[in-house]
């Protein structure tokens, strides 16, 4: 039986790529990109980024923030019914495997280096958290919200005439007209905002300090070393002699048990809740392309919510949305 080995590759390394990056419920990970990229893509704030940076506060049109948080639903409900242990094991058994993750070809070279690909995911599942990504959009979305508001943009609008603030325009804190205009704008916003604020800053740092701790940047470095060491070894004549038997080698679950364990797993994906929120990430995932496409003003707002942002924000700005920012391996 011919099998082309490097699938198994592509199989075994896609957890890392998503354990790599940053998560944001709403972005679907790019894998190529992920495992390619020489530097963290963490700067820029146009749609196409990852991390979507003004993402974070939501994106300043009613419509688009509408859809952005069905996807977001209904994405996690994805996520969790997939990304647990019983599906894990579920999953193992019916490729084979009696753990979530096997030992991959049974020879020196590609044990070695999917050994050290394992130790690498191990670091990124405990060390690069996901639950304090999610915080940090949960509490982004509502100060995001509490900026839309008319209050607030009444409030805002006063004091940016009072200050000769002009919201299109980049401001420091060595002008004093605009260092005045910051402070009376945090005094004037509730407490409960001023605290989400302050605690949306520290999980911010919090992140930065993981992705730029030295571990990860070496981890990063080896992720790109190590797949092309595995690419160059399936190009060597003798490779596609034993790959799949190899591979079939491994597996220690008896075939009657492998079979029943793949028809209890097509048997989870058809489940009528899993179905149904599939079919409505895609449904409302379209409907954001299509008024991207179709809603020109779109960019407009988009370009006026991050300058707003920025405005507010100031020097925090970078510090809270891209927590990555210049960061590079």
Same mark, same amino acid.
Not at 23 to 42: E, F, G, I, M, S
Not at 299 to 327: C, F, M
């Given at each position: 039986?011919?099998?082309? =080995?490097?699938?198994?590759?592509?199989?075994?390394?896609?957890?890392?790529?998503?354990?790599?990056?940053?998560?944001?419920?709403?972005?679907?990970?790019?894998?190529?990109?992920?495992?390619?990229?020489?530097?963290? #893509?963490?700067? =820029?704030?146009?749609?196409?980024?990852?991390?979507?940076?003004?993402?974070?506060? =939501?994106? =300043?049109? #009613?419509?688009?923030?509408?859809?952005?948080?069905?996807?977001?639903?209904?994405?996690?409900?994805?996520?969790?019914?997939?990304?647990?242990?019983?599906?894990?094991?579920?999953?193992?058994?019916?490729?084979?495997?009696?753990?979530?993750? #096997?030992?991959?070809?049974?020879?020196?070279?590609?044990?070695?280096?999917?050994?050290?690909?394992?130790?690498?995911? !191990?670091?990124?599942?405990?060390?690069?958290?996901?639950?304090?990504?999610?915080?940090?959009?949960?509490?982004?979305?509502?100060?995001?919200?509490?900026?839309?508001?008319?209050?607030?943009?009444?409030?805002?609008?006063?004091?940016?005439?009072?200050?000769?603030?002009?919201?299109?325009?980049?401001?420091?804190?060595?002008?004093?007209?605009?260092?005045?205009?910051?402070?009376?704008?945090?005094?004037?916003m509730p407490a409960e905002v001023k605290k989400d604020i302050r605690e949306l800053k520290e999980l911010s740092a919090e992140v930065r300090n993981q992705l730029q701790s030295p571990q990860n940047i070496?981890?990063?470095?080896?992720?790109?070393?190590?797949?092309?060491?595995?690419?160059?070894?399936?190009?060597? #004549?003798?490779?596609?002699?034993?790959?799949?038997?190899?591979?079939?080698?491994?597996?220690?679950?008896?075939?009657?048990?492998?079979?029943?364990?793949?028809?209890?797993?097509?048997?989870?994906?058809k489940n009528p809740d899993f179905r149904h929120a599939s079919e409505l990430l895609n449904t409302y995932g379209q409907q954001m392309r299509d008024y991207y496409k179709r809603t020109p003003a779109v960019? !407009?707002? !988009? !370009?006026?919510?991050?300058?707003?942002?920025?405005?507010?924000?100031?020097?925090?700005?970078?510090?809270?949305?891209?927590?990555?920012?210049?960061?590079?391996?």
């Open positions: 039986m011919k099998t082309n =080995g490097f699938k198994y590759l592509v199989a075994a390394i896609i957890p890392i790529a998503t354990l790599a990056s940053p998560v944001y419920a709403q972005q679907n990970a790019d894998t190529t990109r992920a495992l390619n990229t020489k530097a963290l #893509p963490t700067e =820029g704030d146009n749609e196409q980024s990852k991390p979507n940076a003004y993402q974070l506060f =939501g994106y =300043g049109d #009613p419509k688009l923030d509408s859809l952005n948080r069905q996807i977001i639903h209904y994405s996690n409900v994805i996520y969790h019914y997939d990304h647990n242990h019983a599906y894990e094991i579920l999953n193992a058994n019916a490729k084979g495997f009696s753990k979530p993750t #096997p030992a991959f070809y049974n020879n020196d070279t590609l044990r070695r280096l999917m050994g050290r690909l394992d130790k690498i995911s !191990e670091y990124f599942k405990t060390h690069l958290s996901r639950d304090l990504n999610l915080k940090r959009d949960s509490l982004g979305r509502l100060i995001g919200d509490y900026f839309k508001t008319e209050k607030f943009a009444a409030v805002n609008a006063k004091l940016q005439i009072q200050y000769h603030i002009d919201p299109a325009k980049k401001y420091t804190d060595a002008d004093a007209g605009y260092r005045q205009y910051r402070e009376e704008l945090f005094r004037k070496a981890y990063l470095k080896q992720i790109p070393i190590l797949i092309d060491s595995m690419k160059s070894y399936y190009k060597q #004549p003798h490779a596609e002699q034993y790959t799949y038997a190899s591979y079939e080698a491994t597996m220690d679950v008896p075939i009657e048990q492998r079979h029943k364990a793949q028809d209890e797993l097509q048997a989870h994906f960019k !407009e707002r !988009e !370009e006026a919510w991050k300058n707003q942002l920025r405005t507010i924000l100031a020097d925090d700005y970078d510090s809270i949305v891209h927590p990555g920012h210049y960061l590079s391996y």
